[in-house]
């Protein structure tokens, strides 16, 4: 049985690496830590986890191509002997896929909160006008390129 992807419109071409990402992000979507993003300026973002217990040493923050990810790995402290033990020390890892050109500005730890800062850069419109060739002379054209191509010659 085929799914049928939501770009799998003959309108979206080239998304499809978009759809890979998307899918991976949703498998890796556990609830733990619970986090905000929050527009903080027209183009800044930020991106606040809840991770009371965890030091800036047992935090790393790496952007991979697009992909920021936080992880959390808090160590056992053997010394302590606990008659309840509520708090796990877990780890972590949160994944966020980040638009081209949004920037990473800063992160600090401050009471339990990890806050990462982001900026978007304004986007300029990009408008391209495209030649149309027609009829015979455009094939002739194209074959003078490929010929001039062949030869090294132009």
């Known amino acids: 049985m085929s799914r049928v992807s939501m770009f799998s419109s003959p309108l979206l071409l080239g998304f499809d690496q978009l759809e890979r990402t998307l899918e991976r992000l949703a498998k890796n979507a556990e609830g733990y830590p619970p986090y905000n993003i929050e527009r903080i300026s027209e183009n800044g973002l930020r991106i606040t986890l809840a991770v009371a217990g965890f030091t800036s040493e047992d935090l790393a923050i790496e952007l991979v191509e697009n992909q ?20 796990a020390a877990r780890q972590f890892q949160r994944a966020f896929m980040l638009a081209d050109g949004i920037e990473v500005t800063g992160a600090r730890l401050d009471n339990g909160l990890l806050s990462i800062d982001l900026v978007r850069p304004q986007i300029e419109p990009r408008i391209r006008t495209i030649r149309i060739d027609s009829g015979k002379q455009a094939d002739a054209d194209k074959l003078i390129d490929i010929s001039a191509r062949r030869t090294g010659a132009r």
């Open 68 to 87: 920021l990810s936080v992880r959390g790995k808090q160590t056992d402290d053997s010394t302590r002997t606990y008659l309840h033990r509520g708090i």
